[in-house]
């Protein structure tokens, strides 16, 4: 059996944020201005802010240039559209999705069912546990949801 979720690791996201901090305080074409990020743990809310359109792209850009680097998948974070502020400066808030919505874990059996593999898929809360008598359907599971796009990041763990 294994479990299908869709976890982000918290703390290589809170590095990254933090190397795009530093990148954003130390480079040229950002001082002097609005630009900043910030997260929001307990909410799972990341702002960022900038003077204007181009600025709050720029500070995106770098912001998800760190998360790849580090490995957190850009897919955990759905952006809201940017919003015109009073003082004339932007801003962009995006919110983490940590486990799997009751419609992505319906999707994600729906696939797995359609694959025609001896698994049984099942939602437990926020993961789906697949069990199979025989390892090789389980990985053929796993290398079928990978190639799949489900709008969120998916990782396979408790594999036994």
């Known amino acids: 059996s294994c479990d299908i979720v869709s976890k982000v690791n918290m703390q290589e996201l809170r590095n990254a944020l933090q190397q795009a901090e530093k990148e954003i305080a130390t480079r040229f074409d950002f001082r002097g201005s609005s630009a900043s990020v910030e997260f929001e743990e307990g909410d799972g809310l990341l702002k960022v802010a900038g003077d204007h359109h181009a600025q709050l792209r720029s500070v995106i850009d770098v912001v998800e240039s760190k998360l790849a680097k580090r490995g ?60 199979a008598k025989q390892i090789d359907d389980l990985q053929a599971v796993i290398q079928a949801l990978k190639t799949r796009d489900f709008s969120v990041p998916l990782q396979a763990e408790n594999y036994r």
């Open 72 to 131: 957190v998948p850009l897919k955990a974070f759905t952006w809201k559209p940017p919003e015109q502020l009073p003082s004339g400066g932007m801003k962009q808030s995006a919110s983490l999705q940590q486990g799997l919505s009751s419609e992505h874990a319906r999707e994600i059996t729906k696939a797995i069912k359609t694959l025609g593999l001896k698994v049984q898929p099942r939602i437990d809360g926020d993961t789906v546990r697949v069990v």
